[in-house]
């Protein structure tokens, strides 16, 4: 049984308007997702801005409310959650934000920043909480010494390790990661993606992985879903996306990350050219009309590689 | 643009209707009544019972609710003034003009100090006329209504004695004088109540317009103005000051309904016989009728105020389009 | 590629910013050339000082916080120490900008058509209509679908590609020689940033312009550039082409940069992370190698005392003697 399981997830926003300011009408920002995350399994949420990738992330955390669908968490479902329950399932499931500044409270030392879930949830002594964030701190390849410091102080690099060390603090067996290192230099990037492959195996957590970053994407995740107008137009294994991918969306996206390789410069762009045209000219084989996104199919009966063709 | 000024309209109804609820229930709580003050030794008992009877005092408190509320929507009748023995309105209209005056100039007055004053603080931030404006905005902003309008009567009116200290207008004046004598007149009683009020009201807008200046200065598309060759005067007047004065433009609905709180205190400092003055006189005599009429004049005259900066913004933004 | 035709050369150029009243070097003494008609980038992590040298040629700092010194000369034109009027001249004219956000960078106010004429107005003859007819080809050279649109609309009413295709349009009005584009793709979606930069590539070409791109992207350094120069801590450490940098590279910095990208093509199970952070302004190493700190497994002999340029091949540079030495940690 999948830890995570989401199953036509619809999240729409209203628009108001009108003389009474009354709902005239909705935003569709996830428009019937499905997919799931077994334990231990890293999932990648993949799309340009206003996709609607974080928007699935923060149904998940219950921050939006949901228009349809079920989410199941270990068989059931959290849409229903209400007290006990409720507090259990936000200990199990915890999210990194990109910015880990705007998300933490600038006022408070690491110390509280990190022990602030453990004295939610848990009755620990002073003595029970430091140590254990002392380890949290080891964990992300900080030293103790930092517990008494304030976030700013630390890079960003540090910040985000921060993030990541509070949001582990709990043992979740799942954390939402919403472009983690998108804000972060090159260098630092490396470090921090290191850390979290590091915590996973250490803790065996799941992550969903939301970016729009196909290479970090590609690091990080065995699974992928790439997402455009709301819906997921392929779902596939690392290889299914990167080598053969079915989608025209998909294939531009991969098409359009920059190659490190300067021999590549004039087959890229010829590539691009003709993935371009190939987006213009078949749009319509591709999408419904408003550019709505098809169900997804098996392509050649295969259980992991789904692609939104008619 | 329409639709959007009914249906601020119509969300006004409410609130109004609201607000004359809690305004009647206060009064109604308040120690004394309409009466209280008309009672002499010789009046019994009686007398008093059968007043009260006859003005629908001993009515229970939604009945006079009703009859009261449905007089001012069905007729415009805000009741009788105890105190002044008139219909509501006629004792408001009498002060209306005064206010609005009075209102007016020191709205003007507060803009043609700040605006300059903005600019200046903004344009040379953090050398020595920004920190000049700045030591003003300071002083103007611990400093109560109250200590700056004594201070101003004692030093232009009595000491120097250039204007009147209390007033509106000179009877005599009034009687004898041209219209423009009594014009001038008019003005000479209006500058000390109008300064004081413009030289308090000026702080906001400052520092609004001052800090709009240095962010615009440090903005991207200063640079990329500069980046273009565009010369520095022409990169503070079209890129800098346009984009930092719109926000205070369309402040003007807010200084408007922040103005009649501070003319209500002014007046009453510099006895001026307008809407303020006819309000803490009223409450003094318990003459609620006047009282409730004035709050809810005021309550219009806020959102009112409210609705104009949003119009005045949509007008001079661009960028903002009403359905 | 003509050797001999340089465009702009920076000699010893330092970019100071005042903190606390002490001026610090965020650009510490710098030279680089760029010829006509290449695209020549400098790339580099925040704080390393690339965006501080690119608005130290058309002098765009606050003068208050921003001491600049040595030599920038521009066709053989000094532009250190002119006057703001003179500097107007070649503002927007010979040499002109592209920012990172273009909403920023936008006046929020001024419709676009306005926006791109400005700068015409200032180095042309050209009449109100001409200056319009010129706007709209303009929009129409950057790829806008329906420019007489665009040309009445504001920033707010396009996407963020179409704000910076506008952008690119305002840049290019006066025909510059030189374009210096910050970071002009880093805030776009990758499918945007792909057809901005196959934008500009095809505009520099068809201009014989040059580029000086700045920006933290290697990839879009590959996609780009002739010539690269990598910047640290305020000094260049190491510049070639853009083959040499990428199939060659020698400095321990460019290497551990090129490693710790995650790669689409290969799959690997850790990246080659960077030790430690990249040092602010305030507490930048000043003198020795200042990339040693950060690979502290390397031998202090390796490093210089004060560190030098090496001619690692014809047109490559080093600095400092590390790079001979040099291993990943992991490779110990």
């Given at each position: 049984?999948?830890?995570?399981e ?27 997702v499905t997919?799931?995350?077994?334990e ?12 609607g990738?974080?928007?699935?992330g923060k ?15 270990d ?20 999210m ?20 602030e879930?453990?004295?939610n949830f ?12 002392d ?32 949001a ?27 850390y979290m ?12 992985f939301?970016?729009?970053d196909?290479?970090?994407v590609?690091?990080m ?11 997921f ?5 690392r ?6 991918a ?21 087959v890229?762009?010829m ?11 078949q ?12 169900p ?12 939104a063709?008619? | 643009?329409?639709?959007m ?16 609820v809690?305004v009647?229930?206060?009064a ?8 209280s003050?008309?009672v002499?030794?010789?009046m ?25 509320i ?9 009741g ?6 008139r ?16 209102s ?10 700040a605006?300059?004053?903005?600019i200046?603080?903004g ?19 611990s ?12 030093t ?6 250039w ?11 009034l009687s ?11 003005v ?19 520092f ?5 200046i ?17 010369p ?39 006895g001026?016989?307008g ?34 900066s949003?119009?005045?913004l ?10 | 590629m003509?050797e001999q ?10 970019t ?11 650009v ?6 760029i010829?006509?008609?290449?695209v020549?980038?400098?790339?580099g992590?925040?704080?390393c ?7 130290s ?6 003068k208050?916080?921003t ?21 107007n ?25 306005a ?6 107005y200032y ?12 706007a709209?080809?303009l ?9 007489e ?17 506008a952008?690119?349009?305002i840049?290019?009005?006066c ?24 934008l500009m ?35 260049i450490?190491?510049?070639?082409t ?11 910095y ?16 850790r ?6 952070v ?18 502290p ?6 490093h210089?005392?004060?560190?030098s ?11 400092c003697?590390?790079?001979e030495?040099f ?6």
């Amino acid at each position: 049984m999948p830890l995570l399981e989401v199953t036509d997830l619809k999240v729409y926003y209203p628009i108001r308007g009108g003389i009474l300011g009354g709902v005239i009408g909705h935003v569709k920002a996830v428009d019937g997702v499905t997919f799931s995350v077994n334990e231990g399994q890293t999932v990648g949420l993949v799309g340009e801005s206003g996709s609607g990738k974080t928007t699935i992330g923060k149904a998940i955390l219950g921050l939006v409310p949901i228009r349809d669908g079920t989410i199941l968490f270990d068989g059931k479902d959290i849409t229903k959650y209400i007290g006990k329950n409720r507090s259990e399932y936000r200990k199990s499931v915890q999210m990194v934000f990109q910015d880990v500044h705007s998300s933490i409270n600038a006022k408070k030392m690491v110390l509280d920043v990190i022990a602030e879930p453990i004295r939610n949830f848990e009755k620990l002594s002073r003595a029970e909480e430091r140590k254990k964030v002392d380890e949290l701190l080891t964990i992300v390849g900080m030293s103790p010494l930092d517990a008494h410091k304030y976030p700013h102080e630390f890079s960003g690099g540090q910040r985000q390790r921060i993030g990541v060390a509070r949001a582990i603090a709990l043992k979740p067996k799942l954390i939402v990661a919403d472009e983690p290192v998108s804000a972060l230099d090159l260098s630092i990037q490396a470090q921090v993606l290191n850390y979290m492959k590091d915590v996973q195996e250490e803790m065996g957590l799941s992550y969903i992985f939301i970016s729009h970053d196909l290479g970090v994407v590609k690091h990080m995740c065995e699974t992928l879903a790439i997402m455009h107008n709301s819906r997921f137009v392929e779902v596939g294994e690392r290889n299914d996306i990167y080598k053969n991918a079915k989608h025209i969306y998909t294939r531009r996206l991969i098409a359009s990350i920059p190659d490190t390789n300067p021999d590549m410069k004039t087959v890229n762009e010829m590539k691009r050219i003709e993935i371009n045209k190939e987006y213009q000219e078949q749009y319509n084989n591709y999408y419904m009309e408003g550019g709505m996104v098809y169900p997804l199919k098996s392509i050649d009966g295969s259980e992991a590689h789904y692609v939104a063709i008619p | 643009m329409w639709k959007m000024i009914v249906r601020r309209f119509l969300i006004l109804i409410p609130q109004l209707l609201f607000i004359s609820v809690v305004v009647f229930i206060l009064a109604y709580f308040m120690p004394g009544d309409a009466l209280s003050g008309l009672v002499d030794p010789t009046m019994t008992a009686e007398d008093i019972e059968r007043q009260r009877e006859l003005i629908g005092l001993n009515e229970p408190l939604p009945v006079r609710y009703v009859n009261w509320i449905s007089a001012i929507i069905f007729e415009g009748d805000f009741g009788q003034s105890y105190g002044h023995k008139r219909a509501v309105t006629a004792v408001i209209g009498d002060r209306v003009s005064n206010t609005f005056w009075l209102s007016l100039v020191m709205l003007i007055l507060t803009y043609l100090i700040a605006i300059p004053l903005g600019i200046l603080a903004g344009r040379f931030g953090g050398k020595w006329p920004d920190k000049a404006i700045l030591f003003y905005v300071f002083v103007a902003m611990s400093m109560p209504t109250l200590v700056l309008g004594i201070l101003m009567i004692l030093t232009f009116s009595f000491n120097l004695g250039w204007f009147p200290s209390s007033g509106s207008v000179n009877a005599i004046v009034l009687s004898q004088g041209t219209n423009w004598e009594i014009f001038v007149n008019r003005v000479h009683h209006m500058t000390l109540p109008a300064m004081t009020g413009a030289l308090l009201g000026t702080v906001g807008i400052i520092f609004m317009l001052r800090a709009n200046i240095i962010d615009r200065t440090a903005s991207e598309y200063v640079k990329l103005a500069r980046s273009k060759g565009v010369p520095t005067r022409v990169i503070f007047n079209k890129h800098i000051l346009r984009n930092s004065i719109i926000p205070v433009t369309a402040g003007v609905g807010f200084a408007i309904a922040g103005l009649l709180m501070g003319v209500l205190f002014i007046e009453q400092i510099f006895g001026y016989p307008g809407m303020g003055s006819l309000f803490f006189e009223s409450i003094g005599r318990r003459d609620y009728a006047v009282v409730n009429a004035l709050i809810i004049l005021f309550s219009v005259l806020t959102a009112l105020g409210m609705l104009i900066s949003d119009i005045l913004l949509t007008v001079v933004d661009p960028r903002i389009q009403v359905q | 590629m003509s050797e001999q035709e340089k465009l702009l050369q920076i000699r010893q150029l330092e970019t100071a910013f005042r903190l606390e009243g002490k001026y610090y070097n965020a650009v510490d003494f710098v030279d680089l050339d760029i010829n006509k008609n290449e695209v020549f980038a400098i790339v580099g992590e925040s704080g390393c000082g690339k965006t501080a040298l690119a608005l130290s040629i058309l002098q765009l700092h606050n003068k208050n916080f921003t001491r600049i010194r040595g030599s920038i000369t521009y066709n053989e034109k000094e532009l250190l120490g002119l006057k703001e009027k003179e500097l107007n001249q070649i503002r927007g004219n010979e040499i002109s900008m592209i920012f990172q956000d273009p909403l920023t960078a936008l006046n929020p106010l001024l419709r676009v058509g306005a926006q791109i004429e400005e700068a015409l107005y200032y180095h042309t003859d050209l009449s109100k209509r001409e200056r319009k007819t010129r706007a709209i080809e303009l929009l129409t050279a950057v790829g806008m679908t329906d420019p007489e649109l665009t040309y009445k609309q504001l920033p707010h009413e396009l996407s963020g590609g179409m704000r910076q295709r506008a952008m690119i349009a305002i840049a290019l009005s006066c025909d510059p020689k030189l374009v210096i584009a910050d970071e002009p793709t880093t805030a776009l979606d990758v499918t945007i940033q792909a057809q901005i930069l196959d934008l500009m590539r095809k505009l520099q070409k068809d201009m014989h312009s040059s580029i000086l791109l700045i920006t933290h992207d290697l990839g879009v350094v590959a996609e780009m550039a002739d010539r690269v120069t990598v910047m640290y801590a305020g000094q260049i450490v190491e510049y070639g082409t853009a083959d040499m940098i990428f199939k060659n590279p020698k400095h321990p910095y460019t290497r551990s940069l090129l490693a710790s990208i995650p790669n689409v093509g290969e799959n690997l199970d850790r990246l080659n992370a960077i030790k430690g952070v990249v040092p602010t302004l305030r507490d930048m190493p000043r003198t020795g190698c200042r990339f040693a700190p950060r690979i502290p497994w390397i031998n202090a002999f390796c490093h210089e005392e004060k560190p030098s340029f090496h001619e690692v091949e014809p047109n490559h540079f080093v600095l400092c003697t590390c790079y001979e030495d040099f291993h990943f940690e992991s490779e110990e």
